[in-house]
């Protein structure tokens, strides 16, 4: 891989959206990718839509646990390879399907996300 130049070229993101995501196993992610030589990788969360087709409401506590989870793996990963966190908030599922968690019913779980984001 760290011969075909790709490294070079993208930069890998890496998402889980469990709320007891396996810390250690990202980790090893994380510095397998750089050994492969990318120099920067990016993590990926959810702070709606996540977690059911049907989902009206979110649960803010699944999303939480998600962000410190990831800033676990962002603490035991090396620091210069983390490029940023991106949040992200599910509509649907597919293109087929009703729309899950609205915006506004969502709002307080992206406060609470970015603030443990920031915060720790």
Not at 3 to 8: F, K, L, N, R, T
Not at 79 to 94: C, N
Request: aromatic share 10%; proline share 5%; net charge neutral.
């Amino acid at each position: 891989l760290s011969e075909s130049g790709v490294p070079q070229l993208v930069q890998p993101m890496i998402w889980d959206y469990a709320a007891d995501l396996d810390v250690e196993s990202k980790v090893q992610l994380v510095e397998k990718y750089q050994r492969c030589g990318f120099s920067k990788v990016w993590f990926a969360s959810a702070f709606k839509g996540a977690t059911g087709v049907n989902q009206s409401l979110t649960p803010i506590g699944h999303h939480l646990k998600n962000h410190l989870q990831w800033m676990k793996v962002a603490s035991s990963s090396p620091a210069e390879v983390l490029e940023g966190i991106v949040l992200t908030g599910w509509q649907r599922y597919d293109h087929f399907s009703v729309l899950c968690e609205l915006l506004p019913v969502a709002i307080p779980s992206l406060a609470v996300c970015l603030q443990a984001l920031k915060n720790g």
